[in-house]
């Protein structure tokens, strides 16, 4: 056995907590799951099955934690997980798993399949086992600050543009501030009117508020590659800066799994509560609309539709604010089949769109946004996530239909009072 094997199936042993193995020894192998996975439904791939991409997770589990398992590997009857299999299961946890949740939320017994994937990816990446463009990702992100190796002169560049475009000013390390807020390398490179679109509607509402020079990351790659240590280490900047700004709360921006990171995962990630909130930009915009903070000149008169990110919506319960700022900015708001909390991943979330290797599966499995879309025929597609829109506007094109994605944060900019 390999040295990194070996790291890697005592990282799966470790990684085999209560409930991982209650999921495991419940599971009645319905396949339920599948039909909930746009991986398979749209490949009609078994392989693509939500349990069935834990299969070296479950075998490990067997043979070190259950009786018969254990008498079976002492008699020599039961077969190793090899780095071989390993190798071949890499695509099925990484290339074809977004972590939307969807498959937990089907499962009859309640396995929260979503869960262990992403234990699952723990023991991957120690195994040496994860994908090259999530390894330089995360690598970039720990030594530059970045996954995409954004450093504070770019942010300073962008800042300067939105500032000559808006006539406003962009406060950054501003000490006491009630807000910081937390940008997305794709939001600062890909879509800075983002920050623009934030500068207005906080001005109009009153909101006090700064950027970090030291620390304006929002997404965590080692939650997307499954090495927690580094998903710590990357939180934990972020709370230093917050400690330093002595900021009362913290905004996560137009991303989703960023959302996840800070929100859900990041105080058990550093082992301690914050001594913050933290809000998703959703949150707060739907709070100033009801105080009445936020007042529009005039209103979208395009055929609206909302695309839930999973990590925002599934996995985060933000559902209903979205919906609300819509009802307030959009005279034409329609809802896709499925929409809300069963929504359908854009195929490109948990590190997807990071994995070259994943492009042509990420653009075939887009054909169930597609149908969705189909249902409506919207003239904009609105969302709330840099990652997903990127996703979105390439599998647009793809596909050969002629939809804007919008930000939800910058619609609501564009018609203020
Ligand atoms: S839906 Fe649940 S019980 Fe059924 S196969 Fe999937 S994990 Fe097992
Ligand atoms: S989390 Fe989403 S993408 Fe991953 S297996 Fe479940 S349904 Fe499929």
């Known amino acids: 056995m390999s040295a990194s094997l070996e790291r890697g199936i005592h990282a799966f042993k470790e990684q085999i907590d209560a409930p991982v193995a209650a999921f495991f020894s419940s599971c009645v192998r319905c396949g339920l799951c599948a039909e909930a996975c746009l991986f398979f439904t749209e490949t009609g791939d078994p392989v693509y099955t939500p349990i069935h991409k834990l299969e070296p997770l479950r075998r490990v589990w ?31 946890v990484y290339d074809s798993c977004t972590l939307c949740g969807r498959c937990s939320m089907v499962c009859p017994v309640g396995n929260d399949i979503t869960y262990m994937i992403r234990k699952m990816r723990e023991g991957m990446a120690v195994a040496g086992h994860a994908p090259e ?22 942010l300073q560049a962008q800042i300067r543009n939105v500032e000559q475009e808006t006539g ?26 983002f920050i623009g679109a934030i500068a207005k509607i906080f001005r109009k509402a009153g909101v006090s508020w700064t950027l970090s020079s030291q620390s304006f990351e929002a997404t965590n790659s080692g939650i997307q590659i499954g090495v927690s240590d580094i998903a710590a280490e990357l939180v934990q900047r972020i709370v230093d800066a917050a400690a330093k700004l002595q900021v009362k709360s913290i905004i996560s921006p137009e991303c989703g799994h960023a959302y996840t990171a800070i929100r859900w995962e990041g105080p058990n990630l550093v082992g301690k509560p914050f001594d913050f909130k ?5 949150e707060l915009l739907d709070e100033l609309r009801a105080q009445g903070r936020i007042k529009l000149g005039s209103k979208e008169t395009q055929k609206l539709t909302y695309h839930d990110p999973c990590q925002i919506a599934r996995r985060g319960g933000v559902v209903k604010q979205p919906r609300n700022l819509l009802d307030m900015v959009a005279e034409n708001f329609v809802e896709m089949p ?19 290797r994943a492009a042509e599966l990420r653009l075939k499995v887009f054909r169930r946004k597609q149908s969705q879309l189909n249902a409506v025929k919207p003239d904009a597609l609105v969302s709330a996530c840099s990652n997903c829109r990127i996703h979105l506007e390439e599998g647009l094109e793809e596909y050969g239909m002629e939809i804007p994605v919008l930000s939800l944060t910058e619609t609501i900019a564009a018609h203020l009072e």
């Open 338 to 356: 499925e929409a809300g909390t069963m929504n359908w991943c854009c195929g490109a979330g948990g590190g997807v769109g990071t994995n070259e």
């Open 133 to 154: 463009g999530l390894v330089s990702a995360t690598r970039r992100a720990v030594t530059t600050g970045s996954p995409m190796g954004v450093k504070y002169p770019a």
């Open 168 to 193: 406003l000013s962009i406060p950054v390390d501003v000490t006491g501030a009630d807000y910081l807020l937390l940008l997305s390398s794709m939001e600062i490179m890909n879509f800075p009117e």
């Open 62 to 92: 067997q043979q070190e934690y259950t009786f018969w398992g254990r008498t079976a590997k002492a008699l020599g009857l039961s077969r190793p997980v090899t780095d071989a299999e390993l190798n071949k299961w890499e695509p099925l």
């Open 278 to 282: 933290v809000v998703h930009i959703l």
